[in-house]
């Protein structure tokens, strides 16, 4: 599925069901995790991998919709698949209206849970990516001085060295080095690489 093993947790309070699914999961190159009720699954500490959550729809216990509510409003973006054997129209539109990957009436497909796993995980990857990637930018725009903020907001707003240096009155040959030492730290070298990269991010023009 990819490189690195994703994790998958089950829970489900039928035991005979989750065994085979973990079985079933570890078979393909999943590793998985089971629990019989959500608190189970909430008292657990979980690792920093993709993963995704397979949740049954009926258990005794916490509501999972309202659990799926709680992790929304946590800024929990663990992907959710909703698993059931008593579902229904409207109860599959709450859980997809509501954030969730897929809703799997049981029985269902091998085919169809591994094709909702994939999506999944290729989502919490995508999402893990981002967070990484907007970390990295921020750590480059903490070494630019405010100076170097100032003039790297100009470079992305298309002005060139001799207009930055009339605007800020200063000489051109000082916008130059401040210039190269900025796309230094960024690690860019193109004005075009430099917007692309900085893209969503206040931090560079704050002075």
Request: aromatic share 6%; glycine share 4%.
């Amino acid at each position: 599925m990819i490189e690195v093993a994703p994790l998958v947790y089950i829970v489900d309070d039928d035991s005979a069901f989750r065994e085979a699914i973990h079985s079933w999961l570890r078979s393909i190159g999943c590793q998985a995790l089971s629990f019989g009720s959500v608190d189970e699954f909430v008292k657990h500490s979980r690792v920093a991998t993709p993963s995704c959550l397979l949740l049954d729809v009926r258990m005794p216990g916490r509501d999972p919709f309202d659990f799926q509510r709680e992790l929304h409003k946590s800024q929990d973006h663990i992907p959710i698949i909703f698993i059931t054997g008593h579902g229904n129209v409207p109860m599959s539109v709450r859980a997809m209206k509501n954030g969730a990957i897929s809703f799997l009436l049981k029985p269902f497909r091998e085919q169809d849970l591994l094709d909702a796993i994939r999506d999944g995980i290729d989502q919490d990857c995508s999402r893990r990516q981002a967070e990484q990637d907007a970390a990295d930018v921020h750590a480059c725009v903490s070494l630019l001085s405010r100076r170097e903020r100032e003039i790297l907001s100009y470079v992305c707003c298309g002005l060139t060295n001799r207009e930055i240096a009339k605007e800020l009155g200063l000489q051109e040959v000082t916008i130059k080095v401040h210039r190269a030492n900025a796309m230094r730290k960024m690690k860019t070298r193109s004005v075009a690489e430099l917007v692309k990269k900085i893209q969503g991010i206040d931090l560079l023009l704050a002075k």
